[in-house]
């Protein structure tokens, strides 16, 4: 680290400790964004660990370092603390893909369904829906739901709400949203890179389409993957999400194993992302100095949406706890 991003590193420091705040960062920020919540004694997690450890947190001030629908949530969770965004641009692909009219018209439209959305999204989407879930739960919260013999609204991302089908066999009436990133994998790139390494584990998170999916020998959440380097025997692993995930999965893994990026290339590729969230990236050591120094980055959600979106977020939570 050269001398003036150490000074940086510093003066930020002070500045959280100054404002009484924590630094939480999603995986998918940039290592220094990682190394400065770890520095700092704040949290490096997934957007429902972030928000679930700031609300437990005594800080009076949540930092949130990710995108906007994560700040959000934290917030909901914490309506008492003020909670800060480091870039207000820093939004998401799902979260744009599901407009709030839109989406009240499509359940408007199946009200016979559960309205199950991802927490890839507004708090105004969240406060439409009977449950929130995340990639790592989704598929035991609509398993649990078509055992009752519920049909199902999904929104926003139709990879993983296909994955999910796949996995249970459920009545999805899927909302047609994407991921940039994971939607840039592709079947013949990642069976390309399998032939060069083929002793490789594929690991894939479930917002990837269906082909490369079939090709994963462990697909999860952004926790569920780095469980998988760390714990899988394999020494080479072939990742297929944002390259963010590096930093904390090299910190798990022994020296010994190495991670290699999933490729975005090959027949129809586009590259619109190659892997890096651009809003993720918004996530800059300037940008959360600018933060700390400026009322410009506060996180607000009308109390009426918070008290309708934290009953979908609560059933998650209780439902994760019981299972």
Known sequence: MNQDKKNQFNRIKRLLKQESAVLIAHYYTSPDIQKLAEETQGFVSDSLEMARWGAAHDASTLIVAGVKFMGETAKILSPEKRVKIISTDATCSLDLGCPEKEFKDFCAQNEDRTVVVYANTSAQVKAQADWVVTSSCAVDIVDHLHMEGQSILWAPDKYLGQYVQSQTEADLLLWDGACIVHEEF???????????????????????????????DRVGSTSQLISAAENMEQDTFIVATDVGIFYKMQQKIPG?????????????????????????????????????????HDVYVEEQVCKQAIVSIDRMLHFTLKT
């Not at 592709?186 to 490369?212: C, D, I, T, Y």
């Not at 190659?274 to 700390?292: F, H, K, S, V």
Request: one cysteine or more.
């Open 186 to 216: 592709k079947v013949a790139g990642l069976k390309s890179m399998k032939a060069l390494f083929p002793h490789a584990a594929v690991l894939v998170h479930p917002e990837s389409p269906g082909g490369v999916i079939a090709l994963a």
């Open 256 to 296: 010994h194993k190495r991670l290699i990026e999933a490729p975005t290339a090959g027949k129809s590729a586009t590259c619109k992302s190659c892997a890096r969230c651009p809003w993720m990236a918004m996530n800059t050591l300037d940008q959360l100095e600018y933060a700390l120094l400026h009322d410009e």
